[in-house]
């Protein structure tokens, strides 16, 4: 008999439960090849076979909010009613095989507009693509790319609509979670931090400023999503003197709680080049902090970056570090980690598809 695993045992988030507390995190695959931010069969059997692959909840690549907010113009949409159909065709296949399926809401700010991340690509920030209009909280570039226009009220109004309407299309859709991306130098980061924030406005100078943009946008999603489950991602430090830190990530996630956000999704870095302590597990001791921030609350947290093992993940787990552990690059080659995951530390029947079964003496 092999003993229980908290990695493989439900988790209740908000009305609905994942078969575990793995989450496929969020990566963009520059794969819409019409331009047209709609998702592809290709999108299909990349989220399918992962849920196929034992993990509890996937969450669908950074996805634009308006055609100017995408990485590169192969990213995803939902800033249209005809991209729903797209996304509902993968939705279903996530769901037939027992995974929640989410959906990570974003706009790029002043990082939009690079080539697409492949192989066979110029490098991804290189620069900007020739015609594409930047936007950010203040004028300021990314190294490297060219200079944003500083959004003015009005625009960020029609933002926030943006980001409710792309939340609403999700849901139609068919998704169980909404993940904000609040991350990795995109927009919300930018008006987060005081290193690309300097606007003298409601929107700039102080922590509760700063966060006004983020705290509206939570605000008009929840209005859109009803009862489902509302993610919030977060860089927890920019590793950079005077940017963001844990004790301000802290601060934001109690903030983010109290608007109704139900998951904290920890990740950091990307608003700027920086040194950044890399090695196993290295962000877990961030959400560790906004863990415990967020005791007193329903909240739950996820954990990311450098997890690479069952037994990796599980310690994060049993330790109190997080709820919920997103595996990102070793899932690209091994969609079915999970799988053998389940093996090793318990009774692999939670998770191993019936057609599966004798792959189970591996
Ligand atoms: C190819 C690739 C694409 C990514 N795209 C996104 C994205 O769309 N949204 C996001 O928040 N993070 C993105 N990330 C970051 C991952 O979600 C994850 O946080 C990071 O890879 C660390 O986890 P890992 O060490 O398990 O890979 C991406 C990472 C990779 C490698």
Redesign the pocket.
């Given at each position: 008999m092999k003993p229980m695993s908290m990695l493989f045992s439900p988790t209740p988030f908000r009305n609905t439960t994942a078969r575990n507390r793995l989450w496929l995190?969020?990566?963009?695959?520059y794969s819409a090849v019409q331009e047209d931010g709609h998702a592809t069969d290709w999108h299909t059997l990349h989220y399918g076979s992962r849920a196929v692959g034992g993990f509890g909840t996937i969450?669908v690549?950074?996805t634009a909010v308006s055609p100017e907010g995408r990485?590169s113009p192969r990213d995803l949409g939902l800033w249209d009613d005809r991209q729903i159909e797209s996304f509902s065709k993968l939705v279903k296949a996530v769901h037939a095989e027992g995974a929640l399926c989410g959906v990570?809401i974003?706009h790029a700010g002043r990082k939009a507009g690079t080539s697409p991340?492949l192989r066979g690509y110029a490098h991804a920030f290189e620069g900007t693509q020739d015609g594409w209009t930047l936007v950010a909280p203040s004028p300021i570039a990314f190294p490297g790319l060219d200079k944003p226009s500083e959004l003015d009220a009005a625009s960020i109004d029609a933002l926030v609509e943006a980001f409710a309407q792309a939340a609403r299309r999700a849901v139609a859709a068919g998704v169980d979670v909404v993940?904000v991306?609040g991350?990795?130098g995109y927009l919300i980061h930018e008006f987060l931090s005081p290193l690309s924030n300097v606007r003298t406005d409601e929107y700039g100078g102080s922590e509760e400023n700063r966060r006004r943009f983020l705290i509206r946008i939570v605000d008009a999603v929840r209005s859109a999503i009803g009862d489902k489950v509302l993610c919030v991602?977060l860089s927890a430090t920019d590793w950079t003197e005077g940017g963001i830190d844990s004790e301000a990530t802290c601060r934001t996630a109690e903030a983010l709680v109290a608007h109704g956000v139900d998951v904290l999704?920890v990740?950091s870095g990307g608003l700027l080049p920086a040194s950044i302590p890399v090695g196993p597990g290295y962000?877990l001791p961030l959400a560790a902090d906004v863990k415990r921030a967020v005791s007193g609350s329903q909240a739950k947290v996820v954990g990311?970056?450098?997890?690479?093992s069952g037994e990796q993940a599980e310690q994060a787990l049993v330790t109190g570090r997080c709820d919920a552990v997103?595996?990102?690059?070793?899932?690209?080659t091994d969609p079915y980690a999970p799988l053998r995951w389940a093996n090793r530390l318990t009774d692999a029947d939670s998770v191993m598809p019936a057609q599966y079964w004798r792959g189970i003496w591996a």
């Open positions: 995190a969020p990566m963009c695959t969450v690549e950074a990485i990570q974003a991340a993940e991306h991350a990795h991602r999704h990740s962000q990311v970056g450098l997890i690479s997103a595996i990102g690059r070793v899932a690209l």
